[in-house]
């Protein structure tokens, strides 16, 4: 069955780091485009990035420009976030979809920055 499993999440000082990643199974991971989505409390689901099936094009929200970086590796099945500079109003469950005729999700994962 197709699954994404999401992982990395966790608890971040302000300014601090975390790197999350993405494995899919159960359906051709190199064909599909990948994305990151967050949900914070209260509010809606939002995109915060995107990638191409395969790697050339990434494209980012306007909140995390400049600090988020995604990335791809179809020999692993898996879709990295390296989150920078990480900032209080990043914390929310962090959220793997892939997409081509179908669109899946992942469990997600919680990311919280706080001091």
């Known amino acids: 069955q197709v699954q994404l499993v999401e992982s990395g999440g966790g608890l971040v000082q302000p300014g601090g780091s975390l790197r999350l990643s993405c494995v899919g199974s159960?359906?051709?991971?190199?064909?599909?485009?990948m994305s990151w989505y967050r949900q914070a409390p209260g509010k809606e689901r939002e995109l915060v990035a995107g990638?191409?099936?395969?790697?050339?094009?990434?494209n980012y929200a306007d909140s995390v420009k400049g600090r988020f970086t995604m990335s791809r590796d179809n020999a692993k099945n898996t879709v990295y976030l390296q989150m920078n500079s990480l900032k209080p109003e990043d914390t929310a469950v962090y959220y793997c979809?892939?997409?081509?005729?179908?669109?899946?999700w992942g469990q997600g994962t919680q990311v919280t920055v706080s001091s």
């Open positions: 979809n892939a997409r081509w005729a179908s669109s899946y």
């Open positions: 159960g359906f051709t991971f190199s064909i599909y485009a």
């Open positions: 990638i191409t099936s395969a790697g050339g094009r990434t």
